[in-house]
Every structure is written in structure tokens, then in C-alpha cells.
């Protein structure tokens, strides 16, 4: 029996990888802009992390977290979110002793076990990005600029941008009970989840996917309804900064997000399909994150992207991405010139000229057959006769034309003919 790849997993395939390298390579571009600075963290982390940084009452950590233990007995996770291990990796490495604020990206697979379905595995890629040490709304409104830059330079349309304040833990503390006030009467028409979310953590039921659930939250209180001044003042800056940007978006007041540390902001990206919207994207304020894993006081605020997601996107939407050429040039190998295909192949690759040769001793006519199943844009034929003379073939794909050209002047001739 074949032994096939995990139920939620997928393999990234030439023809598809050059996309990836397309919309990461504009994430490492974006960010050095925008003076962000790439972290790496472990793809698993110690269980208690995300126990305590995500919220023990999230979906995340209740039903989609990967946790084992180890030979040691300790507790490990398969990280399912990046924010708290980049706020364990800044706390660990002292880099609060930097000058602040520290503006942190990061990109990589994160693990859920969820339901499989277009856009969503169990083994995602997310682009993240973080800022530590920025409490002003200033913060906020640049994170936002970056995801909404980043997608539009992919070439994404019609998106909107979703944003609220679910306030401080001073003010937050009002909603709990106006909800639980709200929701008694209709308990019973609740789904399993959300009847026991009303004791442990009623916020959560805004946040619900159950289409019921999201009926009967549409009237209920929201956090805007219970913002502290302070808090009612960072969300308006937030706004103005956005208005300054002409970012465009949709104040969204039952928008909570589905992570137990977010303060203040919050926000998501969204694009429509078949009269839904759904997330690309998303991210907020993380003020009493770092006290919550153990650090001290420090303001954070970050965002998310899916990376399937994007792609996904991008083909529904008929975008492409222009990717550079897997095979720029083929050396066919005509009689016995195997030393000079050799020879003009090195060169061609110290050119930067993308280059592979036949290895397989296959006729000159099976080669050019190849040649034109990879739809390579050049061939140089290295012939008896031509090398003799210290020449060879170059052949341009797309008109069907051959030329002599001199040995040492072959790299120049294929960077011409294949556009560069």
C-alpha cells in the first residue's frame, strides 16, 4: 500500500514553489521598507506557552492545538499561532534591553488540527509581523499599512478592512456581565460551545461561526459599547491615522478575533467570495501579553497573513504572479562534446544564466523534443563540426532561428535572446 502525505498537509510542487518564492521575497522587500527586522522561532515551543499566551478557553487551544510529550515527559506543542513565540524569543533574549521599539517579521509552517477545506490545513505558512515596545496608535496604524500594502503589491482586489477596540482589561471588565444579561434568554439556542463560553468567557460568543450564534449576537452589547475614555480616544487616533493613510475601512463593533490576548485594536482583513467574506488576514493589540507569559509590562501589536490563503485568493481573482523562469537555457549534446556541453554549461551558470545539459545519452532529436516540453526559451548545440571550429548553435525556441555563435560568446547571446 503507497503510503500517502497527512490528511490536512500538501506538497508545494515546482510550478508552485516559484510562486511562494514570489510572494515571500515581496514580504522580505515590504518589511525591510517598513524597517522590520526577520526573526526565527521553534516550530514547537513548551505546551504552557500557548496555555497561558493564547487563552485556555480558545478553540485553538482547546480543540486544534498538536501537543505530546517528549522522551523527557515534558508537554510540546507544534506552534499554532507565531505572536506568542516571537514574545517568549523577545522576553528570552533580553531584546527589551534594545532600544525600543523593536519591530520583528517572521514567516513559517504553523499546526491546527482543523477541518481541511480550500485555504485552511493543518499545516499552514503564516507572514508574521510584530511590534514590541509601542504603545501609541501610531503602532497600530502602521502594522495595518504593512498588511494592506503587502497584499495589494501582490496584486489582491476588492478587500476590506474590518476594525474595532475590544478595550483594556479595566473597561472589558463591564461587557462579561451585559452579555451574560443579553444571551439568558436565549441560552438554549446557542450551540454547545457557546452555552459553555457565557460562564468562562462570554466575549467569545461575538466571535462564534455558528450561523445562529452569529443571529443572536448581532443585537448584543459589543465592546465600542464599553470603552474606557482612554481607550474610546486610541481607537478614534487609530481611525484618523488610518484617514491620514486613506486606508479605507468598516468599523466592525462584534469584530473580538479568536485570541484571548488581544487589547485595544483589532482588526481583519477580509476578501468576498460567492456573497461570503472571509479572512486573509487579521491582527491587534497585545498589550498584557508579555506579563501573561511571565515578562513584564510591554505593549505589543501585530498581524497574521495566510499564505495559502493569499494564494488561494490570487487564483480565484485571476492574478498571476510573474515568476521568474525555471530554465533559461539547454545544452544539447550532439556527438562526442561532452567536455565543451560541460565546459559552456559552468560558464553559463557563472553568468546567473539558469542552465541544465541532457545527462541521458538520448539522440539530438530526443533532446530538442524535451528542450520544448520545458518550453526553455534558448538551446545551445554543441556539434562535432561547430566545436571544431570553436562555435556552437544557438537556437531561439520561440522563433525557431539558429546562429553560430564563438564559444566565449555564448552567455552573452542566451541572456539576449531569453530577455535578460
Not at 510550478?15 to 522587500?29: A, D
Not at 449576537?217 to 470603552?227: F, I
Not at 525555471?326 to 554549461?345: I, K, N, S, Y
Request: hydrophobic content about 40%; aromatic content about 6%; proline content about 5%.
Amino acid at each position: 500500500m503507497q503510503i500517502t502525505r497527512p490528511r490536512g498537509t500538501s506538497d508545494i510542487l515546482p510550478g508552485t514553489t516559484e510562486k511562494w518564492q514570489v510572494i515571500e521575497q515581496t514580504m522580505h522587500r515590504i518589511c525591510r521598507e517598513y524597517a522590520y527586522r526577520e526573526i526565527r522561532t521553534p516550530i514547537f515551543e513548551h505546551t504552557e506557552l500557548f496555555l497561558r499566551g493564547v487563552g485556555e478557553t480558545t478553540d485553538i487551544v482547546e480543540k486544534e492545538m498538536y501537543t505530546f510529550l517528549d522522551k523527557g515527559g515534558r508537554s510540546i506543542t507544534l506552534r499554532p499561532e507565531a505572536t506568542a513565540a516571537v514574545a517568549r524569543a523577545y522576553l528570552e533574549n533580553k531584546l527589551f534591553a534594545q532600544p525600543q521599539p523593536i519591530k520583528l517579521y517572521c514567516v513559517g509552517p504553523m499546526f491546527r488540527y482543523d477541518r481541511p477545506q480550500a485555504g485552511r490545513l493543518r499545516q499552514f505558512h503564516q507572514f508574521d509581523v510584530e511590534v514590541f515596545g509601542a504603545a501609541g496608535p501610531g503602532a497600530d496604524a502602521e502594522v495595518i499599512a504593512l498588511a494592506m500594502d503587502y497584499l495589494a503589491r501582490l496584486g489582491l482586489k476588492d478587500l476590506q478592512l474590518h476594525i474595532n477596540s475590544v478595550g483594556c482589561p479595566e473597561c472589558r471588565q463591564v461587557l462579561p456581565e451585559k452579555l451574560r444579561t443579553y444571551l439568558a434568554g436565549q441560552v438554549g439556542d446557542l450551540c454547545g460551545d457557546c452555552r459553555t463560553r457565557i460562564d468562562r468567557n462570554p466575549l467569545r460568543v461575538l466571535d462564534c461561526k455558528n450561523e445562529k450564534c452569529r443571529d443572536i449576537g448581532r443585537e448584543a452589547p459589543t465592546p465600542l459599547d464599553c470603552l474606557c475614555t482612554a481607550c474610546a480616544e486610541h481607537f478614534e487616533q487609530v481611525r484618523r491615522q488610518l484617514d491620514l493613510l486613506k486606508i479605507g475601512y468598516v468599523v466592525n463593533p462584534r469584530l473580538v478575533r479568536g485570541l484571548d490576548y488581544y487589547t485595544r485594536t483589532a482588526f481583519e482583513i477580509l476578501f468576498s467570495e460567492s456573497g461570503a467574506q472571509n479572512a486573509v488576514g487579521g491582527g491587534g493589540r497585545y498589550d498584557g501579553l508579555m506579563e501573561t507569559i511571565g515578562g513584564a509590562s510591554v505593549p505589543g501589536v501585530g498581524f497574521a497573513i495566510g499564505l495559502e490563503r493569499v494564494l488561494l485568493v490570487l487564483e480565484r481573482q485571476g492574478v498571476s504572479l510573474e515568476t521568474a523562469a525555471p530554465l533559461e537555457a539547454f545544452v544539447a549534446v550532439a556527438g562526442e562534446t561532452d567536455e565543451l556541453a560541460t565546459r559552456l554549461l559552468a560558464d553559463l551558470r557563472k553568468e546567473g544564466v539558469a542552465a541544465d545539459r541532457d545527462y541521458t545519452g538520448r539522440s539530438l532529436k530526443a533532446q530538442m523534443k524535451y528542450a520544448g516540453k520545458t518550453r526553455v526559451p534558448v538551446v545551445v548545440i554543441t556539434g562535432e563540426d561547430e566545436a571544431a571550429r570553436g562555435v556552437a548553435v544557438v537556437r531561439d525556441m520561440a522563433t525557431g532561428e539558429q546562429t553560430e555563435v564563438p564559444v566565449e560568446l555564448i552567455a552573452e547571446r542566451v541572456r539576449t535572446l531569453s530577455g535578460r
